[in-house]
């Protein structure tokens, strides 16, 4: 084999390494006889780039997979990409008044969505790119994207079901409008801020019928001036006695000179601003809703871009905020504004435009009633069938969101989508049909002179939500192709991983939608990952600058390091800090890996058959790090189904960093030019495959490339395939010995360096000790480490040594230098005192009855067994310090 660099180089590794499980397919998946293991990816928008987020997202999903692989489960994780219709369309729109001068309204629906598919094909594929950076193994052979002919049929075959099912209706209502974008938007898609505002007080006048002025003023208290010229009625509390007297009289509005009649209703708040509420039915739910019920004329001021309507009178053509600014001024100079006043205000923005507040808006939109399709999802998870992770944390949203939804809102004043397949006649009638033809063919049933050319289709799109809820069945054609092999073979999936922003936009929708389409659940479970901020706290986002640049840090760091970084910090569900110092703390791991590859090499060539000394030592050695490594297995296996990854892999990590490089190698690592035993030599090698392999989800590159380093492998002998086998029980005396060991030895190495013996002089090692036989089997271990001449047990102190308490033993450290003994009593007496401390503080929890009562028995016992630890301690440190 090729001489091994100083260290580990990622950048070729891991090329190397993604072309060859490419050119293997392993990544590729058709149904056999094997458990399938499902994952779909969360599609990310086609036009976007990885952030720390999705990079979160796709390496957990990726360990999940990759460990499956090795699990004796056929794994098949489907890539793709989401058309983001609002998101992208603006982004479409944009480029082509950059670079071509050209305005939407300039061309043609069928020309804009050419010039949308040149966009998609220019930068969709970015997107993928980073994600094979990273390391993940998706069937690039299933990439999927929400308007693939498939899936666009899908998604019409969808609407017409549930619009022939009475689900989805098509009504005015007032909805949230992104002036911005031009469209509609469901309420989960308007983000809430709280703001300082400002009430403006404004002078109403006061008529009678016939319009005469009474002399009086009615005074009302605004946010939002720029709507006066929608005011359709004044309304005051039936209670208020302020107002008796305006029954039956009407209000002039200012600017315009309308006169409105002044309304009675239990709605106002008497107690809020002056107690008197101008309508404006067509920019406000609540005064909708009043309209509604008083009969109330609708006026809307506003166009679909934010600018005054005509309706409006004045401002014409005015943005509505430099509209709110010339109606503040022209009220003052009319003389009609009473004052202004500071307001804390909470104001919705839209999601996708987040600079862009959202304006409530009277519109014809198209809903899904979701009532109904709700209470199926939301048992499915209360009872378990689908079960979230972390669940104490997400159960109680995820049962909110479910018992208040309201309807969903799923057409889009766009063109970048799935057109609504609803064809409407010259006189307003439309029937919803999958074609022109079937529509006109329906549509002639009452009108038999209709001609297709009288036929329009419906210009809006659907919510690109109402295709994502049908991903984890249409990748796999579920819906335009039902009951075909993959979808019987692969569906419901495994888990899904997602991000706990949008539990309701779609992962209760899936549900919804695979127990309306499959009556199966689309998943057993549901990992949420934290969110991503920067190490002060702060959310990243392109605007703050925080969000560093994947493909920057895989560079820098090399992948592995990169997911490491991530995922050492991140237990599911919670907010992580991610920080690059993490990642150098990846890549730190894997030149400690590839040192310790360097070590193991250079023993190589010098092996000895012959049984000799370094045997028995190597023996228990050999025989600790068996156990240890079953131990952990079984340890990672049972945190894999709690689905608790960080933890998994801080296990591996130390297993790896501290039980293997910093023990066990230098435990069995040969004296100067001494050659190893060949049996020892061959079970580190082994150790070293499985550890390779139990930290391969998490690092696939370098656990790859030392795999192969280690020794030669046959064809086909890849650690991306390595099966993973049942670990037995481990062994538990010899972990016991183990753990004595390493704090012995670490005790002794600090009582060397206090009392400044030089690592190469030799000590005397006296044990006292009633557990000869366990000190026994490391004898030979604890004299090469802590350079023991010889090992002694005794019943007597020895005088003129240093002396050390560990656990109940005590041990006598003989050496050719005078000692201090007043630094060594004064050691023992700190000793002492901590020991004394740490008594007194597991006494007062047993005498506490209330911990003893409430707390789980193990954990009584744990402390109870810390007791009689310390007081054992003290026991022999007080013997100790009589004998000096």
Same mark, same amino acid.
């Given at each position: 084999?090729?001489?091994?660099?100083?260290?580990?180089?990622?950048?070729?590794?891991?090329? /190397?390494?993604?072309?060859?499980?490419?050119?293997?397919?392993?990544?590729?998946?058709?149904?056999?006889?094997?458990?399938?293991?499902?994952?779909?990816?969360?599609?990310?928008?086609?036009?976007?780039?990885?952030?720390?987020?999705?990079?979160?997202?796709?390496?957990?999903?990726?360990?999940?997979?990759?460990?499956?692989?090795?699990?004796?489960?056929?794994?098949?994780?489907?890539?793709?990409?989401?058309?983001?219709?609002?998101?992208?369309?603006?982004?479409?729109?944009?480029?082509?008044?950059?670079?071509?001068?050209?305005?939407?309204?300039?061309?043609?629906?069928?020309?804009?969505?050419?010039?949308?598919?040149?966009?998609?094909?220019?930068?969709?594929?970015?997107?993928?790119?980073?994600?094979?950076?990273?390391?993940?193994?998706?069937?690039?052979?299933?990439?999927?994207?929400?308007?693939?002919?498939?899936?666009?049929?899908?998604?019409?075959?969808?609407?017409?079901?549930?619009?022939?099912?009475?689900?989805?209706?098509?009504?005015?209502?007032?909805?949230?409008?992104?002036? /911005?974008?031009?469209?509609?938007?469901?309420?989960?898609?308007?983000?809430?801020?709280?703001?300082?505002?400002?009430?403006?007080?404004?002078?109403?006048?006061?008529?009678?019928?016939?319009?005469?002025?009474?002399?009086?003023?009615?005074?009302?208290?605004?946010?939002?001036?720029?709507?006066?010229?929608?005011?359709?009625?004044?309304?005051?509390?039936?209670?208020?006695?302020?107002?008796?007297?305006?029954?039956?009289?009407?209000?002039?509005?200012?600017?315009?000179?309308?006169?409105?009649?002044?309304?009675?209703?239990?709605?106002?708040?008497?107690?809020?601003?002056?107690?008197?509420?101008?309508?404006?039915?067509?920019?406000?739910?609540?005064?909708?809703?009043?309209?509604?019920?008083?009969?109330?004329?609708?006026?809307?001021?506003?166009?679909?871009?934010?600018?005054?309507?005509?309706?409006?009178?004045?401002?014409?053509?005015?943005?509505?905020?430099?509209?709110?600014?010339?109606?503040?001024?022209?009220?003052?100079?009319?003389?009609?504004?009473?004052?202004?006043?500071?307001?804390?205000?909470?104001?919705?923005?839209?999601?996708?435009?987040?600079?862009?507040?959202?304006?409530?808006?009277?519109?014809?939109?198209?809903?899904?009633?979701?009532?109904?399709?709700?209470?199926?999802?939301?048992?499915?998870?209360?009872?378990?069938?689908?079960?979230?992770?972390?669940?104490?944390?997400?159960?109680?949203?995820?049962?909110?969101?479910?018992?208040?939804?309201?309807?969903?809102?799923?057409?889009?004043?766009?063109?970048?989508?799935?057109?609504?397949?609803?064809?409407?006649?010259?006189?307003?009638?439309?029937?919803?049909?999958?074609?022109?033809?079937?529509?006109?063919?329906?549509?002639?049933?009452?009108?038999?002179?209709?001609?297709?050319?009288?036929?329009?289709?419906?210009?809006?799109?659907?919510?690109?939500?109402?295709?994502?809820?049908?991903?984890?069945?249409?990748?796999?054609?579920?819906?335009?192709?039902?009951?075909?092999?993959?979808?019987?073979?692969?569906?419901?999936?495994?888990?899904?991983?997602?991000?706990?922003?949008?539990?309701?936009?779609?992962?209760?929708?899936?549900?919804?939608?695979?127990?309306?389409?499959?009556?199966?659940?689309?998943?057993?479970?549901?990992?949420?990952?934290?969110?991503?901020?920067?190490?002060?706290?702060?959310?990243?986002?392109?605007?703050?600058?925080?969000?560093?640049?994947?493909?920057?840090?895989?560079?820098?760091?090399?992948?592995?390091?990169?997911?490491?970084?991530?995922?050492?910090?991140?237990?599911?569900?919670?907010?992580?800090?991610?920080?690059?110092?993490?990642?150098?703390?990846?890549?730190?791991?894997?030149?400690?890996?590839?040192?310790?590859?360097?070590?193991?090499?250079?023993?190589?060539?010098?092996?000895?058959?012959?049984?000799?000394?370094?045997?028995?030592?190597?023996?228990?050695?050999?025989?600790?790090?068996?156990?240890?490594?079953?131990?952990?297995?079984?340890?990672?296996?049972?945190?894999?189904?709690?689905?608790?990854?960080?933890?998994?892999?801080?296990?591996?990590?130390?297993?790896?960093?501290?039980?293997?490089?910093?023990?066990?190698?230098?435990?069995?690592?040969?004296?100067?030019?001494?050659?190893?035993?060949?049996?020892?030599?061959?079970?580190?090698?082994?150790?070293?495959?499985?550890?390779?392999?139990?930290?391969?989800?998490?690092?696939? =590159?370098?656990?790859?490339?030392?795999?192969?380093?280690?020794?030669?492998?046959?064809?086909?002998?890849?650690?991306?395939?390595?099966?993973?086998?049942?670990?037995?029980?481990?062994?538990?005396?010899?972990?016991?010995?183990?753990?004595?060991?390493?704090?012995?030895?670490?005790?002794?190495?600090?009582?060397?360096?206090?009392?400044?013996?030089?690592?190469?002089?030799?000590?005397?090692?006296?044990?006292?000790?009633?557990?000869?036989?366990? =000190?026994?089997?490391?004898?030979?271990?604890?004299?090469?480490?802590?350079?023991?001449?010889?090992?002694?047990?005794?019943?007597?102190?020895?005088?003129?040594?240093?002396?050390?308490?560990?656990?109940?033993? /005590?041990?006598?450290?003989?050496?050719?230098?005078?000692?201090?003994?007043?630094?060594?009593?004064?050691?023992?007496?700190?000793?002492?005192?901590?020991?004394?401390?740490?008594?007194?503080?597991?006494?007062?929890?047993?005498?506490?009855?209330?911990?003893?009562?409430?707390?789980?028995?193990?954990?009584?016992?744990?402390?109870?067994?810390?007791?009689?630890?310390?007081?054992?301690?003290?026991?022999?440190?007080?013997?100790?310090?009589?004998?000096?």
């Amino acid at each position: 084999m090729e001489e091994l660099s100083k260290n580990y180089l990622p950048a070729a590794t891991e090329e /190397k390494w993604y072309q060859h499980w490419m050119d293997k397919g392993y990544f590729r998946s058709q149904p056999d006889g094997r458990p399938a293991f499902t994952v779909v990816i969360p599609p990310p928008n086609v036009t976007g780039v990885l952030h720390m987020g999705h990079t979160l997202n796709e390496t957990v999903q990726d360990i999940l997979v990759r460990r499956a692989r090795m699990s004796g489960f056929n794994a098949c994780w489907v890539p793709g990409s989401d058309h983001a219709s609002i998101a992208t369309e603006a982004k479409v729109v944009d480029m082509l008044k950059r670079e071509k001068g050209i305005e939407k309204s300039q061309l043609t629906r069928e020309t804009f969505l050419q010039h949308a598919f040149e966009w998609k094909e220019k930068y969709g594929g970015i997107i993928y790119q980073q994600i094979k950076k990273l390391g993940c193994s998706c069937d690039w052979g299933r990439v999927t994207f929400t308007m693939d002919d498939h899936y666009y049929q899908a998604v019409i075959k969808v609407f017409i079901d549930l619009y022939r099912k009475g689900l989805i209706y098509r009504g005015a209502r007032m909805i949230n409008w992104d002036p /911005k974008a031009k469209t509609a938007l469901s309420d989960e898609e308007v983000d809430y801020k709280d703001l300082q505002g400002k009430l403006y007080y404004v002078n109403y006048a006061i008529v009678d019928s016939e319009n005469n002025p009474t002399g009086d003023y009615i005074t009302i208290a605004t946010q939002r001036p720029e709507t006066i010229m929608g005011d359709t009625a004044i309304c005051v509390n039936p209670n208020d006695e302020r107002y008796a007297h305006l029954k039956g009289r009407y209000a002039v509005v200012p600017l315009v000179n309308r006169k409105v009649p002044v309304i009675f209703d239990e709605y106002v708040d008497p107690a809020f601003g002056t107690g008197a509420l101008k309508v404006t039915p067509a920019h406000d739910i609540n005064d909708y809703n009043l309209g509604l019920k008083h009969n109330l004329e609708i006026v809307d001021t506003l166009n679909e871009d934010g600018t005054l309507s005509a309706a409006a009178g004045v401002f014409i053509g005015e943005d509505r905020f430099v509209a709110r600014k010339k109606t503040v001024a022209a009220l003052q100079e009319q003389g009609l504004l009473v004052k202004e006043q500071e307001y804390t205000t909470r104001l919705g923005y839209s999601q996708r435009n987040p600079d862009t507040v959202v304006e409530p808006r009277i519109s014809t939109q198209w809903f899904v009633k979701m009532a109904e399709m709700a209470k199926p999802a939301l048992d499915a998870v209360v009872n378990g069938d689908v079960r979230i992770h972390p669940g104490d944390r997400f159960l109680a949203t995820y049962k909110y969101w479910m018992e208040n939804v309201k309807d969903w809102c799923i057409s889009r004043q766009l063109w970048w989508g799935q057109r609504i397949p609803a064809f409407y006649a010259p006189d307003g009638s439309f029937e919803v049909a999958e074609t022109a033809e079937e529509a006109l063919e329906k549509l002639r049933i009452t009108n038999a002179g209709l001609r297709m050319e009288d036929l329009r289709q419906d210009e809006d799109v659907l919510d690109t939500w109402f295709s994502s809820w049908l991903w984890p069945m249409e990748v796999f054609n579920g819906i335009s192709q039902p009951g075909n092999k993959d979808i019987n073979y692969y569906y419901p999936t495994s888990v899904l991983v997602t991000g706990q922003d949008i539990i309701f936009f779609w992962v209760a929708r899936m549900i919804m939608a695979g127990l309306e389409y499959k009556q199966v659940k689309p998943f057993s479970d549901v990992y949420f990952t934290g969110m991503v901020r920067d190490k002060q706290g702060r959310k990243m986002s392109k605007s703050l600058g925080n969000s560093p640049d994947l493909l920057e840090l895989i560079h820098q760091f090399g992948a592995d390091a990169v997911r490491f970084g991530i995922m050492i910090s991140s237990p599911a569900g919670n907010d992580l800090l991610f920080d690059d110092a993490s990642c150098e703390q990846g890549r730190n791991f894997c030149n400690k890996i590839w040192n310790a590859l360097k070590l193991v090499k250079m023993w190589e060539g010098r092996q000895s058959e012959a049984g000799s000394g370094q045997l028995a030592e190597g023996n228990f050695a050999v025989k600790w790090f068996e156990s240890r490594l079953l131990e952990v297995q079984t340890q990672v296996a049972d945190l894999f189904k709690d689905f608790r990854l960080s933890e998994a892999l801080k296990t591996v990590y130390s297993l790896i960093w501290d039980d293997f490089c910093s023990w066990y190698l230098e435990w069995v690592k040969p004296g100067f030019e001494q050659p190893i035993d060949a049996a020892v030599f061959r079970k580190t090698l082994d150790f070293f495959d499985q550890l390779m392999q139990l930290l391969h989800p998490f690092m696939p =590159f370098v656990t790859e490339e030392i795999y192969q380093q280690l020794q030669t492998r046959g064809a086909g002998d890849d650690l991306i395939v390595k099966q993973f086998v049942t670990p037995a029980a481990p062994h538990h005396a010899t972990l016991v010995e183990g753990a004595l060991a390493k704090e012995v030895i670490s005790s002794i190495r600090d009582a060397r360096n206090k009392h400044q013996i030089k690592p190469k002089d030799p000590i005397t090692l006296h044990i006292d000790t009633v557990h000869e036989n366990a =000190f026994k089997q490391i004898e030979s271990i604890l004299a090469k480490q802590v350079n023991a001449k010889a090992v002694v047990y005794t019943k007597t102190a020895v005088a003129g040594s240093i002396t050390l308490v560990v656990q109940k033993d /005590k041990f006598y450290l003989e050496t050719e230098h005078t000692l201090d003994t007043g630094a060594q009593k004064e050691q023992l007496e700190a000793d002492l005192k901590y020991q004394q401390g740490f008594l007194e503080s597991v006494e007062k929890k047993l005498g506490n009855e209330r911990f003893v009562s409430n707390a789980k028995p193990e954990v009584v016992a744990a402390e109870r067994k810390k007791k009689a630890d310390a007081e054992e301690k003290i026991r022999a440190i007080t013997e100790s310090l009589k004998t000096m």
